[in-house]
């Protein structure tokens, strides 16, 4: 049994399961540095380690202009056209 851990202050945890999977990851992958301090640092390592382990995943690397507003329409319209997963880098 997976157990999914949620950071909100839920009096009574909202019960989750995790999706089906088939066994193998494939498709592409949009990182997004939010442009936080040493995000890129983050980043970088997420690449370096996916890479190896998903072989058949495409890895793209996006940048926020800036953490302080949400990404431009534009950024988040050519993330979402051209990728099936998305990790977002949090780091300071």
């Known amino acids: 049994m997976n157990i999914i851990m949620d950071p909100s202050n839920e009096?009574?945890?909202v019960e989750r399961?995790?999706?089906?999977r088939n066994g193998k990851i494939v498709g592409n992958l949009a990182l997004l540095n939010i442009s936080k301090p040493?995000?890129?640092?983050?980043?970088?390592?997420?690449?370096d380690l996916?890479?190896?382990?998903l072989p058949d995943v495409k890895i793209t690397c996006y940048?926020?202009?800036?953490?302080?507003?949400?990404?431009p329409?534009?950024?988040r319209k050519e993330i979402f056209e051209n990728?099936?997963?998305l990790i977002e880098a949090l780091a300071d």
């Open 50 to 53: 996916l890479s190896k382990r």
């Open 83 to 85: 990728n099936d997963f």
């Open 73 to 75: 329409e534009a950024l």
């Open 38 to 47: 040493r995000g890129d640092v983050l980043l970088k390592r997420f690449e």
């Open 63 to 71: 940048s926020k202009p800036t953490f302080a507003k949400p990404a």
């Open 17 to 20: 399961s995790l999706a089906t």
């Open 11 to 13: 009096h009574v945890p």
